[in-house]
Nanobody
Framework: QVQLVESGGGSVQAGGSLRLSCAAS????????MGWFRQAPGKEREGVAQ????????YYADSVKGRFTISRDNAKNMLYLQMNSLKPEDTAMYYC?????????????????WGQGAQVTVSS
């Protein structure tokens, strides 16, 4: 079955950096869009960054553009999110998710499988 396991969360001060990783298994990883999403307490889940199958095309929420970088290693079935210049408003649970084979990589409703999440806490 599909498994997505995030790691790399933690607590940092504003301005710091973290790198999230997601190990994928149970399916042909290279055939699917992948994405990172986050949910803060009391808020709806939102898209952070998505990446197409080959890794050549990426999408970012306006709030993280220029600070976060999504990447993937199809040989290792791994997804990454490098987060720099972190702000307190980035505090949330971050989820790795499997997207569609075809279609819009940005559409959250197209993501069918989710990891358990990694907590990111940024203090001011």
């Amino acid at each position: 079955q599909v498994q997505l396991v995030e790691s790399g969360g933690g607590s940092v001060q504003a301005g710091g950096s973290l790198r999230l990783s997601c190990a994928a298994s149970g399916y042909t990883y290279s055939q699917h869009c992948m994405g990172w999403f986050r949910q803060a307490p009391g808020k709806e889940r939102e898209g952070v960054a998505q990446i197409n199958r080959g890794g050549a095309t990426t999408y970012y929420a306006d709030s993280v553009k220029g600070r976060f970088t999504i990447s993937r290693d199809n040989a290792k079935n791994m997804l990454y999110l490098q987060m720099n210049s972190l702000k307190p408003e980035d505090t949330a649970m971050y989820y790795c998710a499997r997207g569609p084979v075809l279609g819009d990589c940005q559409r959250q409703s197209a993501y069918s499988d989710w990891g358990q999440g990694a907590q990111v806490t940024v203090s001011s």
